[in-house]
C-alpha cells in the first residue's frame, strides 16, 4: 500500500492523473453541434492519450520498483503555490461571470482583479489604477474586436 502513495510523489503518476481529469472534463462539454465535432473532440482525444501515456509510464514504474519521487513541496515554494491556487479561483470567478454577465463584464472583472491581486503594493490607490487600466483594456479591444474584425463574444445567459 505505500507503494501506492509513493505514486503521488511522481510527477508522471500526477501529470496523467491531472490530463486525464481535464480531458474528461473537457469531454463532457463537448455538445452535439457540428462545430464540436473536430477541434473539441479531437483535444479530448489527444488528451485522453497523453494521459493514457504517463499513467501506464507510472504504472511501469510501480512494477519496476522504481519510482522517482520528485514532487517535493519546499517551504519557500508554498507562497507560489498559494498564488497559483489564488488565481485558480479568480480563473473560475471569471468562468462564473462569463456565464452571468456576458464576455467583455467578465473580463473586465478579471483583469481588474488580476491586476489588483498580483500586484506587489495593495493599496487604494494601485486598486483605482488597475480599474482604470483594465477598463482602457476591454474598451480597446471591444472596438478593436467588435467594430474592426466584427468577432462574436459570448453574452449573457442569465440578464440576457
Same mark, same amino acid.
Given at each position: 500500500?505505500?507503494?501506492?502513495?509513493?505514486?503521488?510523489?511522481?510527477?508522471?503518476?500526477?501529470?496523467?492523473?491531472?490530463?486525464?481529469?481535464?480531458?474528461?472534463?473537457?469531454?463532457?462539454?463537448?455538445?452535439?453541434?457540428?462545430?464540436?465535432?473536430?477541434?473539441?473532440?479531437?483535444?479530448?482525444?489527444?488528451?485522453?492519450?497523453?494521459?493514457?501515456?504517463?499513467?501506464?509510464?507510472?504504472?511501469? $514504474?510501480? %512494477?519496476? !520498483? *522504481? =519510482?522517482?519521487?520528485? +514532487? @517535493?513541496? /519546499?517551504?519557500?515554494?508554498?507562497?507560489?503555490?498559494?498564488?497559483?491556487?489564488?488565481?485558480?479561483?479568480?480563473?473560475?470567478?471569471?468562468?462564473?461571470?462569463?456565464?452571468?454577465?456576458?464576455?467583455?463584464?467578465?473580463?473586465?472583472?478579471?483583469?481588474?482583479?488580476?491586476?489588483?491581486?498580483?500586484?506587489?503594493? $495593495?493599496? %487604494?490607490? !494601485? *486598486? =483605482?489604477?488597475?480599474? +482604470? @487600466?483594465? /477598463?482602457?483594456?476591454?474598451?480597446?479591444?471591444?472596438?478593436?474586436?467588435?467594430?474592426?474584425?466584427?468577432?462574436?463574444?459570448?453574452?449573457?445567459?442569465?440578464?440576457?
Amino acid at each position: 500500500m505505500t507503494k501506492f502513495f509513493k505514486l503521488f510523489q511522481d510527477s508522471d503518476f500526477l501529470t496523467g492523473i491531472l490530463t486525464l481529469c481535464i480531458a474528461s472534463f473537457c469531454y463532457a462539454g463537448v455538445g452535439d453541434d457540428m462545430k464540436d465535432w473536430v477541434f473539441p473532440l479531437m483535444a479530448c482525444y489527444t488528451l485522453f492519450s497523453v494521459s493514457t501515456v504517463f499513467l501506464i509510464k507510472s504504472l511501469i $514504474k510501480l %512494477f519496476q !520498483n *522504481s =519510482i522517482d519521487k520528485n +514532487v @517535493i513541496i /519546499l517551504n519557500e515554494q508554498i507562497p507560489s503555490i498559494i498564488n497559483v491556487i489564488f488565481f485558480s479561483f479568480i480563473v473560475f470567478g471569471f468562468l462564473i461571470a462569463l456565464f452571468a454577465f456576458g464576455f467583455w463584464i467578465a473580463s473586465f472583472l478579471f483583469l481588474w482583479a488580476s491586476i489588483t491581486y498580483f500586484n506587489v503594493e $495593495k493599496n %487604494f490607490s !494601485n *486598486s =483605482i489604477k488597475s480599474l +482604470v @487600466i483594465s /477598463l482602457i483594456a476591454c474598451g480597446v479591444a471591444y472596438v478593436v474586436f467588435t467594430h474592426i474584425f466584427y468577432v462574436p463574444f459570448p453574452e449573457s445567459r442569465i440578464f440576457g
